[in-house]
Each structure stands twice: as C-alpha cells, then as structure tokens.
C-alpha cells in the first residue's frame, strides 16, 4: 500500500513537471483547466503560423453555394495611418467584400476565377434598408478617374423573386481582355436576412467607430456642441 502512495506521488510530481516545468498537484481542478488551455493555444499556434503568417489572423467569410456559383462574404477593416500628435485617422475606410467564384462540378468551384466586389458604408446601408420585394444596383469602375478609366466595370444587382428571396448577380465587362463574365447566386430569404445582420453588425467597423469608441477622450479636442466653432 505504501508502495502505491509512492508510485502516485511520483507519477504526479512527473506530471506536473511535464506540463509547467515544476511539480504541481494534478488532482487540483486548475491543473486540468491549464492542461487543456495549453493544448488548445499550441495547437492553434502550431496551426496560424504555418509559413510564417500572422498568428493572430482570423478567417470568417460567410458563405452561400449554390449550384452555378457560390458568394462569400468578409468586411474589411479601414486602414489607419499615424498623426503627427500620435493619434490615428482613417486613412481609408472599410468595405464589405463580396467574392463569387464559378462552379465547375458538383459542389465544386474554380477559386482561381473568382471575382470581387467591395460594398462601402453606403451601398451597405442601401442592402440593409431594404424592404420586402425591394432591390437595388450598384455600379464600379476600379480605374475611376485615372486614364484606365472605362476599361472595367463592375455591377452588382439584387433583384427580388417570389417568396422573399433574392438573385444576386455580379457581372464583370474587361474591354482590355474582350471578356463578359456574369455569376448569379439564387439567395433564400433566411440567407439574405442573415447577410443584411451581418452588414448591420459590421458597418461601425468599417467606419473605425469601434476604435474610436475604446479611446479615452481628451479633453478640448474636438466639438461637443453644433454650435461650437
């Protein structure tokens, strides 16, 4: 009997040294809580810095596949840039990004032809304040005001059917490629209302309103009152 109350302390105080470098008790409950928080970060550890990437990246598109295309959907925070005083300013601003890619096979999708379209602050609201049997457009040039101007663009429909749900369809026109490429993804009302929450939640976000809520205030910097000047 003695024998065994030996053998357990042994095998405690070897245990406890395995897991935090000096003997710990494992019949206290903290030492299994410890245990399986540290499996838990080094599995992810071992997991997001593969190749050397941030580890601390998260991934969490929202996405719909359906037999012709599948859409994804992920916001993308603003970026900030550094005041001379220290503080921060969005340098520009957050968007909604919308990816469709091509099916070429069941329940199979060609990532490499896939193609985007960002939703800024405004055209997000637009989605959201949509009502029952309404839709909306929305038209994109990305060499807007530069000599490449016309070259591409982009548009995205909503365009309501019966029973509530919605095709969202994005065509893609590249004069400089002679291409027309048109992807429509048939959205149920459960998945639409899913994707307007979703615009809902993320639109401070976009705007940096989060960060700018977490500031501490100081004092005498900016108005308080429409009549200030």
């Given at each position: 009997?003695?024998?065994?109350?030996?053998?357990l302390?042994?095998r405690?105080?070897?245990s406890?040294?395995?897991l935090?470098?000096k003997?710990c008790?494992i019949r206290?409950p903290s030492?299994?809580?410890?245990?399986?928080s540290?499996?838990g970060l080094?599995t992810?550890?071992?997991?997001?810095?593969?190749?050397?990437k941030?580890?601390?990246?998260?991934?969490?598109?929202?996405c719909?596949y359906?037999?012709?295309a599948?859409?994804?959907?992920y916001?993308?925070?603003?970026k900030f840039s550094?005041?001379?005083?220290?503080g921060?300013?969005?340098?520009r601003?957050?968007v909604?990004?919308?990816s469709?890619?091509?099916a070429?096979?069941?329940?199979?999708?060609?990532?490499?032809k896939k193609q985007?379209?960002?939703?800024?602050?405004?055209?997000?609201g637009?989605?959201i304040?949509?009502?029952p049997?309404g839709g909306c457009e929305f038209f994109?040039?990305p060499s807007?005001?530069?000599?490449?101007a016309?070259?591409v663009?982009?548009t995205?429909?909503?365009?309501?059917?019966?029973?509530?749900s919605y095709?969202?369809s994005l065509?893609v026109?590249?004069?400089?490629l002679q291409?027309?490429?048109?992807?429509?993804?048939?959205?149920?009302a459960?998945?639409?209302?899913?994707m307007?929450t979703a615009?809902s939640?993320?639109?401070?976000?976009?705007?940096?309103?989060?960060r700018?809520?977490?500031?501490?205030?100081?004092?005498?910097?900016?108005?308080?009152?429409?009549?200030?000047r």
């Amino acid at each position: 009997m003695m024998k065994l109350k030996q053998l357990l302390q042994s095998r405690t105080h070897l245990s406890g040294i395995l897991l935090h470098g000096k003997p710990c008790d494992i019949r206290n409950p903290s030492w299994l809580h410890a245990f399986t928080s540290r499996v838990g970060l080094s599995t992810a550890t071992d997991h997001f810095t593969d190749k050397g990437k941030d580890s601390d990246r998260v991934f969490a598109d929202y996405c719909v596949y359906k037999g012709k295309a599948s859409l994804s959907m992920y916001p993308v925070l603003p970026k900030f840039s550094r005041l001379d005083s220290g503080g921060l300013k969005v340098d520009r601003r957050g968007v909604m990004m919308l990816s469709f890619s091509p099916a070429i096979g069941e329940r199979k999708y060609d990532w490499e032809k896939k193609q985007f379209f960002a939703l800024s602050a405004v055209e997000m609201g637009s989605l959201i304040s949509l009502g029952p049997g309404g839709g909306c457009e929305f038209f994109h040039d990305p060499s807007m005001k530069t000599s490449n101007a016309g070259q591409v663009r982009k548009t995205l429909s909503v365009k309501p059917v019966e029973g509530g749900s919605y095709f969202l369809s994005l065509s893609v026109v590249n004069n400089k490629l002679q291409t027309n490429n048109r992807l429509t993804v048939p959205i149920t009302a459960a998945e639409f209302s899913v994707m307007k929450t979703a615009c809902s939640f993320a639109l401070p976000h976009i705007l940096g309103w989060d960060r700018y809520m977490d500031q501490k205030q100081q004092p005498g910097t900016e108005a308080t009152s429409e009549w200030e000047r």
